[in-house]
């Protein structure tokens, strides 16, 4: 229980002392370095260039045409405790964002820089939750708790034809023994097009290993007129082939919700739909999260988890519908990982 403590993993803990060591890297201290912050010489040309060292002279970077920037590379033991990003909305799709724990070959986290923080579409919007946080004008806050034993590196891929000017980032973390039992943070993006014949979208398949799930964001675009959001999620667990040991009872249910939504958006600590929008042009678009923060879904072996995609028939009889989704599945697990389906190019991204 100490070794649980010295994580900081809740508000129970904080009169505690520990001996942990808190770090940070931004671009004014890029490897995080004990007292390596704001060195920086500022040229002529710099805001800076009358005060000197030690001012606001490099706090965000530019991310160069299809290119790879390692935002952090940090040595172990230790757990990252929040992340801070800003960026233009350009490249809320067109970056991708990848975390790789403990020197493995393939990422833990893959996902674009916006879903991930749950502003999927492309788009700018406030998300007011416990463990992720949208704030304006598009403060990406990130609270996950992501344990590391030997190595943490987090990078930021962009794949924009153009410059990503005024990339700000500030990574916090705590260098301390890291338990045995502590499983890993874990994030995988898909997107699909539903049909008539199987109206389904896959958010998780092929997850191996013991582990728990913890959240779902869904970029839900609608192709059709009337109510979308009538499908049920299903949690597969440890072996389940045709029939899920988890079954919901319809999209607005499983985000908190009822009733369709009364056409009312929201946003609360653990579950929310703050995301609803439908302009003249447009096709209707929105945005939806859960995190089972209380209520993870644990499993031993593996994990499959989809979503449908239903509307109503004349009749009542339920209409399979032809919609576009995008989704993150958030979860943890003792490494190592099953490789992840290839991301989808930036065209398979793009939303607008």
Known sequence: MDSLYRLNLGLGSLPLLSEAETRSISAENTAGEKGGGAKAMPDHSNPASMLGPGWKVRPCITLEPNSTTTLADIAGPGIIQHIWI??????????????YWDEEPT????????????????LRYNVNSLPMAVNPVGGFNSYWPMPFRRRARVTIQNEHWEQIQGFFYQITYALTEIPEGIAHFHAQWRRSMTTREYPEHVILDGVQGRGHYVGTFLAWTQLSNGWW?????????????????????????YFGGAWCFDGQTYSTPFLGYPLYRKEAGEVPRHGLYRWHIFDPIRFKK???????????????KFQPLTDDIASVGYWYQQEPHATFPELPPLHGRWSR
């Not at 990422?107 to 492309?122: M, Q, R």
């Open 86 to 99: 800003t960026v233009d909305p350009k490249a809320y799709r067109a970056t991708v964002l990848r975390i």
């Open 107 to 122: 990422p833990s986290i893959e996902v674009p820089l916006g879903d991930f923080f749950c502003n999927g579409h492309g």
């Open 229 to 253: 959001g009538e499908g049920e999620i299903k949690f597969y667990l440890d072996g389940d082939t045709e029939y899920p040991t988890i079954c919901g009872t319809g999209t607005e249910d």
């Open 302 to 316: 593996n994990l499959k988890t989809t979503i449908q995609a239903l509307g109503w028939w004349p009749g009542v």
